[in-house]
């Protein structure tokens, strides 16, 4: 990141931003003062665990699945997305697809059964007609670990877009950066739980959208609304032709990479329906119905913000020479500020100025929003799964069940700074795709085995957890992402023997093959009563009705 | 408001003291019976098909990506070629398939769960 100073473009928006500081930093203020005050609200109204876990359970379909899309649009899709677009065209679009597309899987799969038969976390209904302590720990450690990549993508994203507006350059004020995130989404999480953590995710996602929709209008308005004439332009501006506009550009240059791109398309489509920090937004509503009607405001929130994505990375690549796009962030993760500033006017103008300022007000936010749901996620599991489940076996107090949440909250938050600190020049992307592929490996076939598959077992569910979750994380350890890669964490050093960067292609299949071996290998008799409850629950919601306030 | 809670359940879901909590054995007198297997092969006759149609037709289109860039890249009017129309029509279908289903659960799905649901929270 010390290139950064030396970018002429950088430093006319480092200029623009330093004479608007005090306006970059009294909206990200009034943005924490505001999701603060949510924050208190809520925390007074949070006396049960329910009210803690599931925010009462009370919040309506619209409600959840504007707080789901708050969720779910985090600074990889907004930042990350556009910026692929601009620097690679059409193979930046591909990720977005990816992403949407998986939301079918939630809806048609996995969010009617999971409101209906299970509580608070994932691990019940993994656990739910299996034995619990095992299996709640494979779960919770599961949840875990995929919530932290996916925080530590987060908190690299804050480094990145801070140094950029406040120009804060140096290593101390970064780490100062991901600290000030960190205690914000303990508190946001310790004291408003999940009711305080849906707000702020809701206030959130208007604002982005609110953010995106007119950056998209004032790029539009450019090109006279014309679809067509934006891609020519970005074509023609980004110095590539015609290929900019299709696919190949990244992903196309060998087989390798072919295959790199088919294995993240896996993992990105199967991957979202076992993210433990969206499936635990479906326990927020008191029926399947509300939880359908969440999914589908979901997915068209969702769905118009990636096709303003578009927008916006063909614009940036249409506004913006690739030189300017690379300077402040060589994964052009600040192409959507940068282009904010030169469609209001250009460094030098106020207007200008101001949105970036409010672009990236927003992105921070964003930020902040998704790292407090994934805390909520890994703090909810260790304390109900691992706590309450298999430490104290069941016979924990409510009371002691909501301390152990508070303070694993504290402790992950901790532990994400630590680790956000030492990360901040990771590759964002990479963290980001393989909490999807570990999600995929070791959560999915999990979750559709324990809903729809009778003779599946304890020693199954173990299998595809452990299998899902080791396979994963060891391909991604020995793969161009770690070591021997143009982008990798370590230079210098090359210990790669796995050649693609998504590890899914394997790990998927691995887990839902050692799902089904575990299965019918294991000496253990399927729990048949227990599946009758299960099924029975999941499809008509006997016994939801009263997941209501104390 | 809860203090002192009792402790919960072993497992994870059931613990509301709102309608009667049938017992297993009803859970599986009712998972045997010919309603439910109804409400079960309605529900999986649409949306597993369904699931198979829209991942096999998101990895076709991650193919044709990968393989074949000459008929991606061919331009339909303007700059506008196959790559986006296809793209593009991921998003339609998407959001297509979010409402036929939709449409099939409200329709179909709803009423035959909701019926169940309160014969056995009904009687238990």
Do not use: C
């Amino acid at each position: 990141m010390s290139s950064l100073a030396t970018a002429p473009a950088l430093l006319a928006a480092g200029n623009a931003t330093a004479e608007h500081r005090p306006l970059i930093i009294g909206l990200f203020g009034a943005f924490v003062v505001a999701t603060l005050a949510i924050t208190v609200w809520a925390g007074r109204q949070t006396r049960s665990a329910a009210d803690f876990y599931a925010g009462g359970g009370q919040f309506t379909g619209f409600q959840n699945g504007l707080a789901i899309s708050g969720d779910y649009m985090s600074a990889a899709s907004f930042l990350g997305i556009s910026g692929a677009i601009a620097l690679y065209g059409y193979d930046g679009f591909l990720y977005s697809i990816g992403f949407l597309v998986a939301w079918l899987v939630a809806l048609l799969l996995v969010a009617e059964p999971l409101r209906n038969s299970g509580r608070f976390t994932m691990g019940d209904v993994l656990a739910y007609r299996m034995r619990q302590r095992p299996v709640r720990t494979a779960a919770g450690t599961s949840t875990i670990v995929v919530s932290i990549f996916y925080l530590l993508a987060q908190m690299a994203g804050a480094g990145v877009l801070v140094s950029l507006l406040l120009g804060i350059t140096s290593d101390g004020g970064k780490v100062a950066i991901v600290a000030l995130v960190g205690v914000l989404m303990i508190v946001y999480v310790t004291i408003g739980g999940m009711k305080g953590t849906t707000w702020v995710q809701m206030v959130k996602a208007v604002l982005l959208i609110a953010g995106t929709l007119l950056i998209t209008f004032l790029i539009l308005l450019k090109f006279d609304f014309n679809l067509s004439d934006l891609l020519g332009a970005a074509a023609t501006h980004s110095g590539k032709g015609d290929a900019f506009l299709e696919p190949g550009l990244k992903y196309g240059l060998t087989e390798t990479s072919k295959l790199d791109f088919l294995s993240l398309g896996i993992a990105l489509v199967l991957g979202t329906a076992g993210l433990p920090h969206i499936l635990i937004r479906f326990y927020t509503v008191p029926t399947a119905k509300a939880a359908r009607k969440s999914v589908n405001w979901a997915i068209g929130i969702i769905g118009a913000f990636y096709l303003m994505t578009i927008v916006l990375g063909f614009g940036a690549a249409a506004l913006l020479s690739p030189e300017t796009i690379t300077s402040s962030n060589k994964a052009g993760n600040t192409a959507a500020p940068l282009t904010a500033l030169e469609v209001g006017g250009g460094a030098d103008s106020t207007a200008g100025a101001i949105l970036l300022a409010v672009i990236s007000a927003v992105a921070f936010a964003t930020i902040l929003a998704v790292v407090a749901g994934l805390t909520l996620a890994s703090s909810s599991s260790f304390a109900h799964d691992i706590y309450a489940n298999v430490i104290k076996r069941g016979k924990a107090t409510e009371k002691q069940e909501m301390r152990a949440a508070r303070w694993s909250t504290v402790f992950i938050g901790i532990v994400s700074i630590a680790l956000g600190a030492l990360a901040r020049d990771l590759n964002v992307a990479g963290l980001v795709a393989l909490a999807f592929a570990v999600a995929a490996s070791a959560n999915l076939p999990t979750i559709l085995y324990s809903l729809f598959w009778k003779r599946f077992t304890t020693q199954g569910a173990l299998w595809s957890i452990y299998g899902g979750l080791v396979s994963s994380v060891v391909l991604v350890l020995f793969s161009p992402v770690v070591s021997g890669g143009p982008a990798s964490m370590f230079k210098g050093v090359d210990f790669h023997w796995f050649p693609l960067e998504n590890p899914g292609l394997v790990s998927i299949p691995l887990g839902f093959l050692l799902g089904w071996l575990g299965s019918i290998l294991s000496k253990e008799e399927p729990d048949a009563g227990k599946y009758a409850e299960l099924e029975v629950k999941s499809l008509t919601g006997i016994g939801t009705a009263a997941a209501v306030k104390h | 408001m809860a203090t002192e809670a009792p402790p919960p359940p072993r497992e994870g879901a059931g613990t509301d003291s709102g309608p009667a909590r049938p017992t297993t054995e009803e859970f599986v007198e009712v998972q045997r019976s010919e309603e439910f297997g109804e409400l079960r092969r309605t529900y999986r006759s649409f949306a597993f098909p369904l699931t198979v149609a829209f991942i096999t037709w998101y990895l076709l289109y991650v193919l044709l990506s990968n393989y074949a860039g000459g008929f991606m890249g061919t331009r339909l009017f303007g700059n506008i070629n196959v790559a986006l129309v296809l793209g593009l029509g991921q998003f339609a279908t998407t959001f297509l398939i979010a409402w036929l289903y939709s449409r099939h659960a409200a329709l179909r799905l709803d009423p035959k769960g909701e019926a169940i649901k309160a014969r056995m929270e009904g009687d238990a």
